[in-house]
């Protein structure tokens, strides 16, 4: 398959369709107004990665493209690294509250349930922000740990399913640990978000409902620890 071919199958046929929504917001001359530069940066630099990858951000581009002057950004953002951070808190922030709904109704349903609704609500996040995901954990671009905002909410969101997964070991098979199922529904469902942002869904059938595809692969994980 050509290099064409598998891209047109990732997330950015879908995220540049996005892109062209929140376009229509510009001026007739292609510029942006001028309502909340911070937030109108972010948006462009979230552009710059659905078209060239994190590695090409960089605020004078960002800075072009809502029409604002090469300094500008530094009235919002001290560095690249502080403007890309912003966008890292954004996207936790969202996973936070993708998750909140379903951490409302724990004790409601049994435990693996609960577990798998957990993890249907990050695949959804990850679809929905394929974008902030590339850029959340990217080590190579971006060192998360320096958003104290960032690290907090991981290590609470860490707490939340290792605790989900010691309340479901009674309904798990004899030998599980609950701690190491844990760590394997969580590489499980970021392999199946990365495979999504790459552009790793091959298959017609995977790519016509990528979140279904998803969430469908997690429930499969889930259903093997269940005690029979």
Request: with cysteine; charged share 20%.
């Amino acid at each position: 398959m050509g290099k064409s071919a598998m891209e047109a199958k990732g997330p950015k046929k879908a995220e540049r369709a996005r892109i062209r929504v929140a376009d229509a917001s510009r001026s007739p001359k292609g510029r942006y107004h001028h309502g909340n530069v911070r937030q109108e940066l972010m948006a462009a630099t979230l552009q710059i990665v659905a078209e060239k990858g994190v590695e090409k951000v960089s605020l004078r581009e960002a800075a072009h493209r809502i029409g604002v002057a090469p300094s500008a950004p530094f009235r919002h953002f001290a560095s690249r690294n502080a403007l890309l951070l912003a966008i890292a808190e954004e996207g936790i922030a969202r996973l936070a509250q993708a998750y909140a709904p379903v951490r409302a109704t724990a004790g409601q349903a049994p435990p693996l349930d609960h577990i798998q609704a957990l993890g249907h609500a990050y695949l959804g996040w990850a679809y929905d922000n394929a974008l902030h995901l590339q850029i959340l954990w990217t080590p190579l671009f971006l060192d998360s740990s320096a958003s104290t905002f960032i690290v907090e909410t991981s290590v609470e969101l860490l707490d939340m399913w290792e605790s989900a997964f010691r309340a479901a070991a009674c309904d798990m098979r004899p030998g599980v640990d609950p701690v190491m199922a844990a760590f394997a529904a969580r590489t499980q469902m970021y392999g199946l978000a990365r495979m999504w942002t790459d552009g790793t869904f091959y298959e017609e059938g995977y790519v016509a409902d990528p979140v279904a595809t998803m969430r469908a692969a997690f429930s499969h994980h889930i259903d093997g620890l269940r005690r029979r």
